[in-house]
C-alpha cells in the first residue's frame, strides 16, 4: 500500500504542453504513471507524444477519461484558477507544483477545496512517488527504492538528499511527500502522518521541517498522542537570521517564532527523535525500525 | 516586500484612512522648509525598514523650522539596527488623547488573515501580547467575505466605549481591511492609531508589508521597492532570478533549492565554519545563473572558501559544471572552491570538472569539512 497516489491513480497533467508540463509529464510516463490526460486551454484536440488526448478544459478531461487526480505545472498567475478548475471538475486530488501563488489568493483556495472536499498537496511542492508504482511531480526516479519508511517535507531538494542516504544505506520508502515550502499549503503535516500511521507498509516517518510557522510543533504533539509509528524529524535554517525569508515564502522567523531549535526542542518533548544532520537520519531510523 | 512608513500612509490616503499628511526628503535644509509649510509643530521620522525607531532617537519633535533642520540633520545618516537612514518624514505633530492598535496578520495556522486591535497602541504589539494579552482582541477573518460589518464593530467597541468613536473606528477597520487586501497585503498596522482631544483619530504610524508573489499584479506597488535600502548583492542577486541572503561568515555557499541551502550552512556551522550567505540557484539552472551566482558570493571580501552543495533533479549537474568551469575562467579567482555535485547527469559534470582541473565530491558531509577547512 501507499498513500495518497497509488496503481489506481488516473493523473490530469495541467499545462501539458508547456516547457516544465511536457518535460515532467514524460518523466512520470517513464516511471510508470498513468497518465491519462493533459489539459491546455486552446490546445484541445492534440495527442501529447501521440498517446495522450489534450483537452482545453478539466471539466472534459475528467468526463472522458474518468481521470482522479491532477497536477498543475502553469505560471504562477494561473495557478489558483487551475486548482479551482480542478476542484470543480471533482478530481480528489490535486498537486500543484507551481511556486509563487499569492498568499491571499490560497486564503480564498482552500476553504473552496474544503467545500468540494478536494486534497491539495502543496503549492510550491516537489510532489509525491511511491517507489515502484507511481510519481506525481518532479521528484527524481532513479533515488527512491521501495521500502517501508514514508518521508514528508516541506522541501525539495533537500528531501531528495535525505532520500539518497537512506536508499545509499539500503532503507527504502513508502511514499515520499513534499507538502510544499509556502505558508499556506493543502496538505500539512500532521494530515501526512495521519495517512501514514494508516498505513501498513509504513514503519516509520521522517518529517523534514524548516524555520517558520508551528506546524513542525503542532506534528510533534500529533506523533505523541495519536501515532505508534515511530517519527525522526530534522528541522533546516538553525542558521538562519530572524526576519529573513530563506528562499521558500514561509522560511521566515517573525518576531521569535519559527525558529529551528524551537522546533527541535518540541520534537523532543514530545518523543520525535531529532536529527541534528541529514545524516544523522539514517542511523535514528535504523535505530526505530 | 518592505515598504516606508511614508509609503504606507500613501497607500492609506488612497483608501480614505486618516493618515496626516506628510513630505519625505533627504535633505536637512528641506525638512526645514517643509516644516515651515506646514507651521507649528512637526515630527521628523527616520524612513528605514525596521521597528524601534523612535527608541533608537529616529523620530523627534520639532516646535519650528529651525528644529526640524537640526532633528533631520541629527536622523539622517543614523544607524538604526544596521541600517542607514537616507529619508526623513516630516509630517505636522498631532496632539495624543489616547493611543490604540489595529492591524491584519496572515494566521498560518488557521489559512486565513486575522484583525488585531487593542486599546493598548503605540508600543509594539508583540510585547502587548507578552505582558498584557487580555488586552488584545482578535477576529480571523473569512477570506470570501472580507471583514463584515458586525465584526468591524465589535472590534471597534474593544478600543473606544463612546458610539461617535467606536463608529469612526469601525469605518477605519473596514478601509484598513480594503487597504490590505486590495494591497495583497501580508500585514499592516496602525500604530499608534491616536484619539485627539477633539475626538478625532488618526494613523499616526503606519506599517505594511506586501507579498512578493502579488507583486506581478500591482506595477504601482512594485515602484515602490526602495532598491537603495536593499543590500547590493541582494539586489543583484534578486535581478538574476536568484534568492540570496548576505550573513557574516566566510563560507561562500552556492545551493539549489532552499532546503538543502539551509541544511548545508546549518552543516557549515556544524562543522566549526561560519557561512557567508545563503543562496538558492534555483530549479531548472542554466550556466548564466551559476555565473551570477560566483560573481555575487566573489563580491562578498570576506569571502575565503566557496562550497558548491548540488542535488541534481531537475537542476542538471552538467549545466552547473559548465556554468563553475565558464564563471572561473571570467573571473579572476583566488578562493578555493569545494565542489559536490550528485544526481541528475552527475557523470557528464565530473568529466567537465575533471577537464578542467577541478575535482568533486559527492558526499555532502565531506565536501562542506573541506570547505570549512579550506576558509581557515
Request: charged share 25%; glycine share 10%.
Amino acid at each position: 500500500m501507499s498513500i495518497l497516489i497509488g496503481d489506481d491513480t488516473r493523473l490530469v497533467v495541467q499545462g501539458i504542453t508547456g516547457r516544465d508540463g511536457s518535460f515532467h509529464a514524460r518523466r512520470m510516463r517513464e516511471y510508470g504513471t498513468n497518465v491519462v490526460a493533459g489539459v491546455t486551454p486552446g490546445k484541445g484536440g492534440q495527442l501529447f507524444d501521440d498517446e495522450v488526448p489534450v483537452f482545453n478544459t478539466m471539466a472534459q478531461a475528467v468526463e472522458e477519461t474518468g481521470a482522479n487526480a491532477s497536477v498543475i505545472y502553469v505560471p504562477a498567475a494561473f495557478a489558483s484558477g487551475a486548482i479551482y478548475e480542478a476542484a470543480d471538475a471533482g478530481v480528489d486530488l490535486v498537486v500543484c507544483i507551481t511556486e509563487g501563488l499569492p498568499v491571499g489568493d490560497m486564503t480564498r483556495v482552500m476553504p473552496y477545496l474544503e467545500e468540494r472536499g478536494t486534497r491539495l498537496i502543496g503549492p510550491n511542492c516537489p510532489g509525491l512517488i511511491v517507489p515502484g508504482s507511481c510519481k506525481v511531480g518532479i521528484l527524481p526516479g532513479s533515488i527512491v527504492e521501495e521500502g517501508p519508511v514514508g518521508i514528508v517535507s516541506r522541501s525539495g531538494t533537500l528531501t531528495y538528499e535525505v532520500i539518497h542516504q537512506l536508499t545509499g544505506a539500503g532503507i527504502g520508502q513508502s511514499t515520499c511527500v513534499g507538502i510544499g515550502g509556502d505558508p499556506i499549503i493543502g496538505t500539512d503535516f500532521v494530515d501526512a502522518l495521519e495517512m501514514f500511521e494508516a498505513d501498513d507498509r509504513t514503519e516509520a516517518v521522517v518529517l523534514i521541517g524548516e524555520i517558520g510557522g508551528t506546524d513542525e510543533q503542532v506534528a510533534a504533539r500529533y506523533a505523541e498522542e495519536q501515532m505508534e509509528t515511530p517519527v525522526v524529524g530534522f528541522v533546516a535554517g538553525q542558521t538562519a537570521p530572524p526576519g529573513r525569508t530563506m528562499g521558500h515564502a514561509g522560511a521566515i522567523i517573525s518576531g521569535s517564532e519559527g525558529t529551528a531549535e524551537e522546533k527541535m526542542r518540541v520534537f523532543e518533548e514530545h518523543g520525535v527523535s531529532v536529527a541534528e544532520r541529514p545524516a544523522d537520519i539514517v542511523p535514528a531510523i535504523q535505530t526505530v525500525l | 516586500m518592505n515598504i516606508h512608513e511614508y509609503q504606507a500612509k500613501q497607500i492609506f490616503r488612497d483608501h480614505d484612512l486618516p493618515a496626516p499628511p506628510g513630505r519625505v526628503t533627504r535633505d536637512a535644509d528641506e525638512a526645514s522648509e517643509i516644516a515651515a509649510d506646514y507651521g507649528g509643530r512637526v515630527v521628523v521620522k527616520a524612513q528605514v525598514h525596521t521597528g524601534g525607531r523612535g527608541k533608537a532617537g529616529g523620530v523627534k519633535l520639532a516646535d519650528d523650522p529651525e528644529e526640524a533642520r537640526e532633528a533631520a540633520d541629527a536622523i539622517l545618516g543614523m544607524d538604526i539596527k544596521g541600517l542607514t537612514v537616507r529619508k526623513v518624514l516630516v509630517t505636522p505633530a498631532v496632539d495624543i488623547e489616547s493611543e490604540a492598535y489595529a492591524g491584519i496578520v496572515m494566521d498560518r495556522s488557521r489559512d486565513r488573515p486575522v484583525f488585531m486591535v487593542s486599546p493598548e497602541g503605540g508600543m509594539d504589539i508583540e510585547t502587548v501580547a507578552e505582558e498584557k494579552p487580555e488586552a488584545i482582541f482578535r477576529q480571523p477573518i473569512d477570506p470570501a467575505y472580507g471583514l463584515l460589518p458586525h465584526q468591524a464593530t465589535t472590534l471597534a467597541y474593544r478600543l473606544y466605549d463612546e458610539p461617535k468613536l467606536a463608529k469612526e473606528a469601525a469605518g477605519i477597520l473596514g478601509k484598513l481591511w480594503k487597504a490590505y487586501r486590495g494591497s495583497d497585503a501580508t500585514m499592516v498596522e496602525i500604530n499608534p492609531l491616536v484619539r485627539t482631544p477633539d475626538d478625532e483619530l488618526r494613523a499616526i504610524d503606519a506599517k505594511m508589508n506586501l507579498d512578493d508573489n502579488a507583486l506581478f499584479r500591482h506595477p504601482d506597488l512594485e515602484e515602490m521597492r526602495d532598491v537603495e535600502a536593499e543590500d547590493d548583492s541582494e539586489r543583484k542577486a534578486r535581478e538574476a532570478g536568484l534568492s540570496y541572503i548576505k550573513l557574516d561568515g566566510d563560507v561562500g555557499c552556492c545551493v539549489n533549492g532552499a532546503g538543502l541551502a539551509m541544511a548545508t550552512m546549518d552543516l557549515v556551522k556544524y562543522y566549526g565554519g561560519d557561512p557567508a550567505n545563503f543562496l538558492d540557484i534555483g530549479g531548472s539552472s542554466s550556466p548564466d545563473k551559476v555565473v551570477s551566482a560566483l560573481e555575487i558570493i566573489t563580491d562578498d571580501p570576506s569571502v575565503s572558501s566557496i562550497l558548491f552543495n548540488i542535488f541534481g533533479g531537475i537542476t542538471r549537474c552538467d549545466d552547473v559544471a559548465n556554468g563553475i568551469v565558464e564563471a572561473t575562467s571570467r573571473l579572476d579567482l583566488d578562493v578555493p572552491i569545494t565542489i559536490r555535485l550528485t544526481g541528475t547527469n552527475e557523470e557528464e559534470a565530473l568529466e567537465i570538472l575533471r577537464d578542467n582541473g577541478f575535482e568533486a565530491m559527492s558526499d555532502m558531509d565531506e565536501a562542506v569539512q573541506r570547505a570549512v577547512e579550506a576558509a581557515g
